[in-house]
C-alpha cells in the first residue's frame, strides 16, 4: 500500500448524484489550470487570478462540441483546499452534463480522483491535521445538528489545539528530566513531574468520559420503552414523534412484536423502541415479545420505564437503572400514587412532554456543554487510551526510564493529529470518503 502521488492532476464531480440545480466538477495539481483551458471557452483559467469566476462554456477538448455553460472558478496554490492549483466547474446539476465534463477533464489529461483524494491531498499539504479531515468526514456524515456542531469543532482544531497543548507539556517535562539527568547538581523538582503528569492524566481522563456522550451525539442513541401492558408506551411513541405510528387501544397486551421509529430529540438522532408490556403470561407469542422487551431494554443506550400513575404502583422488572429515566403516565387523570423520581407526562395533552426530552438529552449527552470538545471517534479514543497508559507507567518509573514513557504518550498524542501515523492508518482514514471529497 503506498499513497497516491501529489503530482497528477485529478478530477472528480464534488456534487451527489442525482439531479439538482448546479453540479460542480473539480481539478486539482499542477496541471489543473492548463486541463482546465483545453475545455474552458470563456477567461483563460491560466491567466485568471485566483478566486476570479469566470463565465463561459464547457467544450469536447477533442470535437470542440458545447457540453454545457456555466462558471469556473480558479484557485492558485496554495490558496486552495487542497493547497494545490485547482478549478471548479460549476455547472447545472444534471448526470448528463456531468459525466461529460468530468469525460472532458480526463480527456485534457487529468486522471479520476479516489475517495477521499481531495481531503487527503490537503492533509499531505499540511493544509490539515488527521483530525481534521476525520471532522471534514464526520461532517459530511452529520445528520443531526449535534453531530454538525461537533463535526465543525474538529475542523476548527478545538480537538487539534487541546492535543497539542497537552503533547507540549509533556515535551516541555520532558526536556526538564533531560536536563536534570544531565546536570543532576541543580537540584531535583521530583513533585514537578509528578504534578504535571496528574494535570495531563485528568485532561485526557476528562476526553475519554466524553466518549459516550460523543458517539452518541455524532451516530444517534436507542431508546426503548418498557412498562407494564397498559402503561401508554405505544401512546406516548406517537406523542413523542408527533403523529400515530403504533397502535394504541385500552386492551392490554396490544403491542405484541417491537416498532423502531426514527426521530431528533434535542438535537440528539434517536431511535425509539416501542416494546410489548411486560407481564406474566401463558399466552407463547406474548411471551416471546416480552422476552424480546427486556433483550431490546439490555441494548439501549437509554431506558425509559413508564408507569401508569392511574394503577397501583407497579414491582419494576430487573433493569439497569443507571441507563434508565422513570416515567409516570397519563398526567391528565387522578394519580394513585406519586414519587420524585418519576417525570410525569400526559401523551393525551402534551404536558411534561417538554421536560422529558430536555431530561432525556441530558441523559443521553451526559453534563457536556456546548463549548466543550467531545470525543466521537474511536481512533481518537484508542490513542487516548494510550497516552494513559503509558503516563500512568511513568508515574512510578524513576526518572531514566519516564522520559521513555512521557515519550510514548507524546507519539499516542500526535498520532490523533496524524503526525508519524504509519500509511495503513492513513488510507483507513480516507478509505471511508466519498469520490469528490
Ligand atoms: N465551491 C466550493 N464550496 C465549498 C468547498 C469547495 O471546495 N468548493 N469546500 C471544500 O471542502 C468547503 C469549503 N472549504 C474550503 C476551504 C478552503 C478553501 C480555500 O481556498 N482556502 C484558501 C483561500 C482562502 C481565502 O481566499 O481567504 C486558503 O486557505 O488559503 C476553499 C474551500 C465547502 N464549500
Ligand atoms: N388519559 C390518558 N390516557 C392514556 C394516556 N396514555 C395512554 N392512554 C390510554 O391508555 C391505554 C393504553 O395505551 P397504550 O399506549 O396502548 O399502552 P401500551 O403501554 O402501549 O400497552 P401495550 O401495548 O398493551 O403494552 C389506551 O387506552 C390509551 O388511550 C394518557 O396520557 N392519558
Ligand atoms: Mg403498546
Not at 483545453?38 to 487570478?49: C, H, K, Q, S, V
Not at 467544450?59 to 494545490?84: I, M
Not at 487527503?120 to 454538525?148: F, K, P
Request: contains cysteine; glycine residues 8%; aromatic residues 4%.
Amino acid at each position: 500500500m503506498s499513497l497516491p502521488s501529489l503530482n497528477d492532476t485529478i478530477a472528480a464531480i464534488a456534487t451527489p448524484p442525482g439531479k439538482g440545480a448546479i453540479g460542480v466538477v473539480r481539478l486539482s495539481g499542477p496541471q489543473a489550470l492548463e486541463v482546465a483551458a483545453r475545455l474552458w471557452r470563456g477567461a483563460d483559467p491560466r491567466t485568471l487570478p485566483g478566486g476570479r469566476f469566470s463565465y463561459g462554456r464547457v467544450v469536447d477538448p477533442e470535437t470542440g462540441e458545447v457540453l454545457d455553460e456555466g462558471l469556473l472558478l480558479v484557485f492558485r496554490a496554495p490558496r486552495s483546499y487542497t493547497g494545490q492549483d485547482a478549478v471548479e466547474f460549476q455547472v447545472h446539476g444534471s448526470p448528463a452534463v456531468l459525466r461529460r465534463v468530468l469525460e472532458a477533464c480526463l480527456q485534457a489529461g487529468a486522471r479520476p480522483a479516489n475517495p477521499g483524494e481531495y481531503t487527503l491531498r490537503a492533509y499531505l499539504n499540511g493544509r490539515m491535521d488527521l483530525a481534521q479531515a476525520e471532522a471534514v468526514l464526520a461532517l459530511i456524515e452529520a445528520e443531526s445538528d449535534a453531530a454538525r456542531r461537533q463535526a465543525l469543532r474538529g475542523l476548527s482544531r478545538a480537538l487539534s489545539t487541546k492535543i497539542e497543548a497537552l503533547a507540549q507539556r509533556l515535551l516541555d517535562l520532558l526536556a526538564h528530566i533531560q536536563a536534570l539527568l544531565d546536570y543532576p547538581e541543580e537540584g531535583v523538582e521530583p513533585h514537578e513531574a509528578e504534578r504535571v503528569i496528574a494535570q495531563v492524566l485528568a485532561e485526557i481522563e476528562r476526553l475519554l468520559a466524553t466518549t459516550a456522550a460523543g458517539r452518541v451525539a455524532a451516530h444517534g442513541a436507542r431508546i426503548t420503552l418498557v412498562g407494564a401492558p397498559n402503561a401508554g408506551k405505544s401512546s406516548l411513541l406517537n406523542a413523542l414523534l408527533g403523529y400515530d405510528r403504533a397502535i394504541v387501544t385500552d386492551i392490554p397486551g396490544t403491542t405484541r412484536d417491537y416498532l423502531e421509529a426514527p426521530l431528533e430529540i434535542g438535537g440528539v438522532p434517536v431511535i425509539a423502541v416501542d416494546t410489548a408490556g411486560v407481564r406474566e403470561t401463558e399466552d407463547a407469542v406474548e411471551r416471546a415479545g416480552v422476552e424480546r422487551a427486556l433483550e431490546l431494554a439490555r441494548e439501549a443506550d437509554l431506558i425509559l420505564f413508564l408507569a401508569d400513575r392511574t394503577q397501583p404502583k407497579p414491582t419494576p422488572p430487573e433493569l439497569p437503572w443507571e441507563r434508565t429515566l422513570k416515567v409516570a403516565t397519563k398526567a391528565d387523570l387522578p394519580a394513585l400514587w406519586e414519587d420524585p423520581e418519576y417525570l410525569s407526562v400526559s401523551s393525551k395533552t402534551g404536558a411534561g412532554l417538554e421536560a422529558l426530552r430536555r431530561a432525556i438529552r441530558t441523559r443521553l449527552l451526559g453534563g457536556l456543554s456546548e463549548g466543550e470538545v467531545w470525543i466521537a471517534n474511536e481512533r481518537h479514543a484508542e490513542a487516548l487510551r494510550e497516552a494513559r497508559a503509558h503516563l500512568l507507567e511513568a508515574r512510578h518509573a524513576p526518572e531514566d526510564l519516564m522520559g521513555l514513557s512521557l515519550q510514548a504518550a507524546v507519539e499516542a498524542l500526535n498520532r490523533i493529529l496524524g503526525k508519524d501515523v504509519p500509511e495503513e492508518v492513513v488510507d483507513r482514514v480516507f478509505r471511508n470518503f466519498c469520490v469528490g471529497k
